[in-house]
Antibody
Framework: QITLKESGPTLVKPTQTLTLTCSVS??????????VGWIRQAPRKALESLAL???????LYNPSLKSRLSIRKDNSKNQVVLTMTNMDPVDTGTYYC???????????WGQGTLVIVSS | QSVLTQPPSASGTPGQRVTISCSGS????????VNWYQHLPGTAPKLLIY???NRPSGVPDRFSGSKSGTSASLAISGLQSEDEADYFC???????????FGIGTKVTVL
């Protein structure tokens, strides 16, 4: 059974850097075709793709946020880490990580972690 | 960033059929398949339909999807109280190289 679980701080201050960890189980991050993506949802807004990392370490970023994002994975720890710099209150929302295989849609997703940006 | 257009809400009585639309463009829905998710607050979104009209194992056949041009639809037939949730569409955007999502449609069972 594939599972993903997000973890990280609930509260960050403006201008700080956010680091989120996605801990996965039931699959290997080095298996050919595997991808793990980060998606967020601000209150009353649509979900927004942030970044995606593939088994071969290929990475895709949302062009509008690319300068602030970095995604990496640790195969031995079964973790995918997302960092977002210069956090702003508009970055408040629920952050999800999700599994993809061979270009298939994200499935399953983690339950999400709430991030509040406030001074 | 572009998002897919969905109606904010839809409702029906038990047993009725409810349809939710998802409108995109030639660079997303027009050329790629559409996926639908069911989302209950505080839980992980659940894949309901993939590849326009395919159901993952375990998803009841009351749920069906279709696509035409740059729009797609999710239909829920025989509406049940447990279907009360948010539903959003998702599609790969070739131009942006990322998934686009609809804002979600809240389905209420009256």
């Amino acid at each position: 059974q594939i599972t993903l679980k997000e973890s990280g701080p609930t509260l960050v201050k403006p201008t700080q850097t956010l680091t989120l960890t996605c801990s996965v189980s039931g699959f290997s991050l080095s298996t050919s075709g595997v991808g793990v993506g980060w998606i967020r949802q601000a209150p009353r807004k649509a979900l927004e793709s942030l970044a995606l990392i593939y088994w071969d370490d290929d990475k895709l970023y949302n062009p509008s946020l690319k300068s602030r994002l970095s995604i990496r994975k640790d195969n031995s720890k079964n973790q995918v880490v997302l960092t977002m710099t210069n956090m702003d209150p508009v970055d408040t929302g629920t952050y999800y990580c999700a599994h993809s295989m061979g270009g298939s849609p994200f499935d399953p997703w983690g339950q999400g972690t709430l991030v509040i940006v406030s001074s | 960033q572009s998002v897919l257009t969905q109606p904010p809400s839809a409702s029906g009585t038990p047993g009725q059929r409810v349809t939710i639309s998802c409108s995109g463009s030639s660079s997303d829905i027009g050329i790629n398949t559409v996926n639908w998710y069911q989302h209950l607050p505080g839980t992980a979104p659940k894949l309901l339909i993939y590849g326009n009209n395919n159901r993952p194992s375990g998803v009841p056949d009351r749920f069906s999807g279709s696509k035409s041009g740059t729009s797609a639809s999710l239909a829920i037939s025989g509406l049940q109280s447990e279907d009360e949730a948010d539903y959003f569409c998702a599609v790969w955007d070739d131009r942006l190289s990322l998934y686009l999502f609809g804002i979600g449609t809240k389905v209420t069972v009256l």
